[in-house]
């Protein structure tokens, strides 16, 4: 089945303890990014990767960094979480040149307290 | 920039009724998508409908369809024969088809009720 993973589906954590929340695509998409839901404002994008080691800032950056060491897996890192990006997070990916069709993954939830 | 905007927060409606959810939009290009997705409690995000901003006619699928108003940048939803299960948060998003970054750019959202 083709599908967008993310882990951990649920996290609560403390201030400045480092977090890595997985995504990975079995679709061999060469497009994945992060975006942030927070009420009242909708989604935005943190982070973006048009292929294997190639990343760059979305609207919302600060705080976060990626890799994308293999196509099929964009991890997203707080290296020292705070309060502020306690929020619901989403990975999507998307095949080059389709830029209308965007799969997401069923959302991870952090807390940071 | 681009921006979306969906002036209604929440809407509620009876079961069967029909119901119009509204989002405008601006940009400077000519050549976009408009989307509407539904979110329900489990928080998965489903693509309702997609209009092409070169086709002139309005995107349907099956109950849902949208009123594109180009000039007007508008891009509202009508729910026809709405079920308990459309209740749901509803978001309108746009994306440049010339944007390298494949970017989506949401609105707030609106928060949809179906009563029974």
């Known amino acids: 089945e083709a599908q967008v993973t993310q882990n951990p589906r649920y996290l609560i954590t403390v201030t400045g303890k480092k977090l890595t929340v997985t995504c990975s695509q079995n679709?061999?998409?060469?497009?994945m990014s992060w975006y942030r839901q927070d009420p009242g404002l909708g989604l935005r994008q943190i982070y973006y990767?048009?292929?294997?080691?190639?990343?760059d800032k979305g609207d919302v950056p600060e705080g976060y960094k990626v890799s994308r060491k293999e196509k099929r897996n964009f991890p997203l890192i707080l290296e020292s979480p705070s309060p502020n990006q306690t929020s619901l997070y989403f990975c999507?990916?998307?095949?080059?040149?389709?830029?209308?069709?965007?799969?997401f993954g069923p959302g991870t939830r952090l807390t940071v307290t | 920039a681009q921006t979306v905007t969906q002036s209604q927060p929440e809407m509620s409606v009876q079961e069967a009724e029909t119901v119009t959810l509204s989002c405008t939009y601006d940009t400077s290009e000519s050549n976009y998508y408009l989307f509407w997705y539904k979110q329900p409690p489990s928080r998965q995000m489903i693509l309702v409908i997609r209009?092409?901003?070169?086709k002139q006619q309005n995107a349907t699928e099956n109950r849902f369809s949208v009123n594109f108003q180009k000039a007007a940048k508008s891009f509202s939803l009508k729910i026809s024969d709405s079920q308990l299960g459309d209740t749901a948060m509803y978001f309108c998003?746009?994306?440049?088809?010339?944007?390298?970054?494949?970017?989506?750019?949401w609105g707030a959202g609106t928060k949809l009720i179906i009563k029974p």
């Open positions: 999507a990916s998307t095949p080059a040149g389709r830029s209308h069709e965007q799969y």
């Open positions: 209009q092409e901003a070169y």
């Open positions: 998003a746009f994306m440049s088809m010339w944007d390298s970054n494949y970017q989506l750019i």
């Open positions: 990767s048009m292929n294997v080691e190639v990343t």
């Open positions: 679709m061999n998409h060469e497009y």
